[in-house]
């Protein structure tokens, strides 16, 4: 089978890179794209040779093209920007596409892939987050399908029954015998700092998460549970689940990956070591199981695993990203783009760890009569959030 992966030089890039390196026989790298990491695409370009790459950047797909000059062999076709990168997902050549890009910039992509019918492995939530409704619409008129790569979706998936898993989008979970689903969360570093020490975090404590190794947006994400948020929204729209059907729940050893709670009392998990590795491999070989170089877990040594209750005080961003999932696609199109916004700007240390929340709860309560039906209503929305939360930030009110 031959990938198209969309993010490649990121974490999950970099994972799903070594799940195609130890499946040579089955899987192939046809095409390649990121943002703007030159020598992070030389590097997969020397080792995997893809036909075709694509980078966001004009001006860095200008200094790929130099370096390439450099290099003895067959070349890549380069293809450049956001056009680009929609070319390469919308290459029939490329049976699968795996959606890796951050944030809002992997929409356009995600939604060419599905209008060519390809087959979809999907780690990038927020274009979920941002078109859920629109997504599947167009994949299943393209006769595309999905499959989760988000490790907490790829648990949930796998302990759904298959004719749940076959119709992602609009399965009927009742039907299926499930009662509710547990999405499960590590709780981030901050799950034990004292709530009043909150205020003093720096960017690069949030940036380091007790469990996972990540992007730096994901990370802080976690830290906030913002992550968890989107991700709820995204089970929501993956597994077609009402609110009643959803339960989130904090499990810092983050070993049990989620869970599915059945009519008759019975609750399945999916529990593995917390590697991306294993989502990666099992969106890329359903129904199969393929090698991931993930080593099993040790029960003897595995200790205690414990389960509580998300205390919304210390993760007001979740309860924010629930609440905006009950009122539909526009709201959660806003709150993505004001987070965007928001931890870009913790990143650059413009606001605090705490101004995050404030910052996209003032976007998301300003802005109103939101349209989010088609995609330039996405597009649209996405853009007065951005906006509005980049006005905020110039206020030059304190976060
Ligand atoms: P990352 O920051 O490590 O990598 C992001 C990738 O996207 C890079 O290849 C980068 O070049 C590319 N990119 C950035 N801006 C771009 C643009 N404008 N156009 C095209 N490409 C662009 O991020 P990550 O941690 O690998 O996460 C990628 C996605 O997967 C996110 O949506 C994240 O929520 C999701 N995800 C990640 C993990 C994880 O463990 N890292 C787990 C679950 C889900
Ligand atoms: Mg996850």
Known sequence: MRVTLLGATGSIGTSALEVISKNQDTLTLYAAACGSNVEGMLGIITRFHPQKVALASVEACQRLKAELKNLKGPLPEVLEGEKGICELAADPEGDYVIAAIVGAAGLKPVLAAADRGALIGLANKEALVMSGALFFERLHKGMAQVFPID???????????????????????????????????????????????????????????????????????????????????????????????????????????????????????????????????????????????????????????SFSKPDYKRYPCLKLAMEASRLGQAVTTALNAANEIAVGAFLKEQISYLGIYKVVAKVVEALDNLKAGSLEEILETDRKARDRALAILATGERF
């Open 151 to 305: 490790s907490e979706h790829s648990a949930i998936f796998q302990c759904l029954p298959e004719e749940c898993q076959l119709n992602l989008g609009s399965c009927d979970l009742e039907k299926a015998g499930v009662h509710h689903i547990l999405l499960t969360g590590s709780g981030g570093p901050f799950r034990t700092t004292p709530l009043e020490d909150l205020n003093k975090v720096s960017a690069k404590e949030a940036l380091h998460h007790p469990i996972w190794s990540m992007g730096p947006k994901i990370t802080i994400d976690s830290a906030t549970m913002m992550n968890k948020g989107l991700e709820y929204i995204e089970a929501r729209y993956l597994f077609n689940a009402r609110e009643d059907q959803m339960e989130v729940i904090i499990h810092p050893q983050s070993v049990v990956h989620s869970m599915v709670s059945y009519k008759d009392g019975a609750i399945l998990a999916q529990m593995g070591a917390p590697d991306m590795k294993t989502p990666i491999a099992r969106a890329l070989a359903y129904p199969k199981r393929i090698l991931s170089n993930v080593e099993p877990l040790d029960f003897s040594s595995l200790g205690t695993l």
